[in-house]
Structures are given as C-alpha cells and as structure tokens.
C-alpha cells in the first residue's frame, strides 16, 4: 500500500483509536508491515497496544521535537502478526506548546521524522488527538489521506464540516496531495433511527468515499483496551473484530481498484435496508456476521466480514 493515513475527528469519542489500534492489527494479518503512530498525549493507542505510557523514555514527543530518530523510539507489537508503534504519553502536550513558539517548519516536523522510515512500511496510522492542533496539523502534512471515523449523530455532523475546512486549507498551504481515505461509520446501531439517517446522509454526499464496512457497538471492542491488546487477539470471532477485518480488505480492495489490480469482487449480499441488530445480524455461507449499510445505497453498500478471507490469509 505504502501509504501515511491519519484517522482524524474533531470530536471525541467516535472511535479513533479503536479505528487505529484494530485496523493495525487487522493489515498486520494480512502480512502487511504498519506502523502506528500515536500523536494523542492521552496515549491510548500506546496503552491499547499493551506498552506502559508511564514506562516511555523515548515517544512521539522526543520524535516531534528532534530530540531522537524515529527509529529509536519504535516499539514492536508482538500480537499476532505484530506492527509497530511509535508510543506517546502526555509529554506530547508540551511538545506541542514547544512546537507554537518555533518560527517556521512547525507544521512538518512529523513529515520529516517518518521520511527516513517510510519505505520500511506498508502503511503508516496516525492516531489524532480530538482536536484541530499543531499535532493534528503535523499529522494532516505528514499524511497522503485521511480517514475519518464518524458516529452518525448530529455533533458528529458538526465536528466532520470543521475537519474538511481544515483539510482544505492544509491542501492550499503545506500538502496539496491530501485525500480523503474514506468515512468510516463506527458504534453502528441500526435500531436507531438517527444513526440510518445520518447514515443515508453521508451515503448522499460522499457516495463511495463512505466505506461499505460498518463498525457496530461491540462489547469486545470497547473491553479490548482494558487487557492491552486489539480486539482480534482478545476475542477474534467477536463482530467488532470482525468488522475490522472487513474494512482492512475493503482498503486493500479499493488500493487494487485504483492501481488496476482488482480481482473479481466478492458477491455483495443483496437486501434492503440495514441489517438487523448486534443481536439478530445475519450470516453468511461461512456463519461469519453480515454488516450491512445503511438504506439508499443498497447492495453496493454492505461487506460481509467472511469475504475477507483471501486477503486476509494470502
């Protein structure tokens, strides 16, 4: 893939690091190399990959500010296939203040540090902090796209305008490359009839930038961190890590398309409408949960979490 994807929101609580701690595990599977970075100093990908924030020496701070190389700073994630993770913690905070009061360059600091690592890499994450930064800056110039986690609720509407104006004006200033990954619809509970509408809205205005997997509420997903791992090595037949696995193929299918390497597509399950509940979905020929879009998009808009199959195991 050889891409640097930041998972950016404005707003907290709509799955970020969840999004960045399983989709690095879940393209890790797939025997890709990844590296996360965390660049919130609450350190939640740090502690949700299992490494001790309060423990760090070296962390995405002491990267930032040129303090060390990147590569002295790398910690190896042995879960399963493993990745790697640049760690953070709150020293970030004044990384950050630091990074105010410097004259120029302060927006490519993290751009920078990843260049001399990034063909070591299938693909970079970058876990943004919930706020429009200079850490969120730097991550946005470092990256070629953005992935946008988003809980189809009304303040979340309202914190997806805020980061496509700053997309924008990080494509006129400093990244003209930038792109949007794709709007990943997270904590999906289709008994709720604002969630299908917030849904259908998306659908209608970024067509096929929203990604066809859809991350349900998940009790695995959201206890996963609590043991210090992701979610496919706490409990790998649970929805959520299912889910992820999904949305890894998805990517790797779409990075195909778009370089003229796709295979035939799996067949896409037809019906209308969102799948039943977390309790009632669906499953296809293999007994793996069917995830299902929201109503308006049909059956191009849904991913069985089974089809992963081939990518996952190739």
Known sequence: MKRVIAIAMQKGGVGKTTTAVNL?????????????????????????????????????????????QLADALVRIEHGAGYTLLPANQDLTAAEVRLLTLPIG????????????????????IDCPPA???LTVNALVAADSVLIPMQCEYYA?????????????????????LSIEGVLRTMFDPRNNLANEVSAQLITHFGDKVFRTVIPRNIRLAEAPSFGRPALFHDKESRGALAYLALA?????????????ARVAPTAVAGEGLAPSADTADTGSHGSPTFTGSAGNGAADSVTASAVGEDIVR
């Open 24 to 68: 690095a595990a879940s393209l890790a599977a797939t025997r890709r190399r990844v590296l996360l970075v965390d660049l919130d100093p609450q350190g939640n990908s740090t502690m949700g990959s299992g490494v001790d924030k309060a423990q760090l020496t070296r962390s995405s701070c002491e990267v930032l500010l040129g303090e060390c």
């Open 106 to 125: 302060r927006e490519t600091k993290l751009r920078h540090a990843l260049q001399p690592r990034r063909d070591d890499f299938d693909v970079i994450l």
């Open 132 to 134: 429009l930064n200079m």
């Open 157 to 177: 509407l309202e914190g997806l305008s805020a980061l496509l104006s700053t997309v924008e004006q990080i494509r006129d200033a400093a990244n003209p490359h």
């Open 249 to 261: 193929g998805e990517m790797i299918r779409r990075e195909e398309e778009a370089g003229g390497l």
